[in-house]
C-alpha cells in the first residue's frame, strides 16, 4: 500500500506563485512516473504534468513555460512550481504515481487532491 500526501494549495492572485508537494510512502520498490492532474466541476481530470524515471518530463501545452515539474527521488516526492498563474489553472490539482511495488507489481495510486484557486 502506498499513500501520497499533497500539500502547498492555496489562494493566490493572477500572475502569482504556488508550489505544490507530494510525497508518496509506503512500500515501494521504484517510481516509475510521478504527475500531477487537475479537476474542474463538470470537466474531466486532465494531466498537468507527468516526470518520468530517467528525468524527462511531459506538461500540458496550457501550462507550458509557465509550470515546472520536479522530483527528490530520496524523498519520493514531486514538486509542481506554478508561476504566472491564470484564473483558468483554478482546479483539485491531484498528484499521481506509477508505483513498483516489486519487479512485476505495479500500480497506479492517486493523492487526495488540493485545491488550487486563482483570482483575477
Known amino acids: 500500500q502506498v499513500q501520497l500526501v499533497e500539500s502547498g494549495g492555496g489562494l493566490v492572485q493572477a500572475g502569482g506563485s504556488l508550489s505544490l508537494s507530494c510525497a508518496a510512502s509506503g512500500s515501494i520498490f521504484n517510481i516509475n512516473a510521478m504527475g500531477w492532474y487537475r479537476q474542474t466541476p463538470g470537466k474531466q481530470r486532465e494531466l498537468v504534468a507527468v516526470?518520468?524515471?530517467?528525468?524527462?518530463?511531459n506538461y500540458a501545452d496550457s501550462v507550458k513555460g509557465r509550470f515546472t515539474i520536479s522530483r527528490d527521488n530520496a524523498k519520493n516526492t514531486v514538486y509542481l512550481q506554478m508561476n504566472s498563474l491564470k484564473p483558468e489553472d483554478t482546479a483539485v490539482y491531484y498528484c499521481?504515481?506509477?508505483?513498483?511495488?516489486?519487479?512485476?507489481?505495479?500500480?497506479?495510486?492517486w493523492g487526495q487532491g488540493t485545491q488550487v484557486i486563482v483570482s483575477s
Open positions: 516526470i518520468i524515471s530517467g528525468g524527462s518530463t
Open positions: 499521481n504515481a506509477d508505483i513498483s511495488h516489486t519487479l512485476t507489481h505495479r500500480l497506479n495510486y
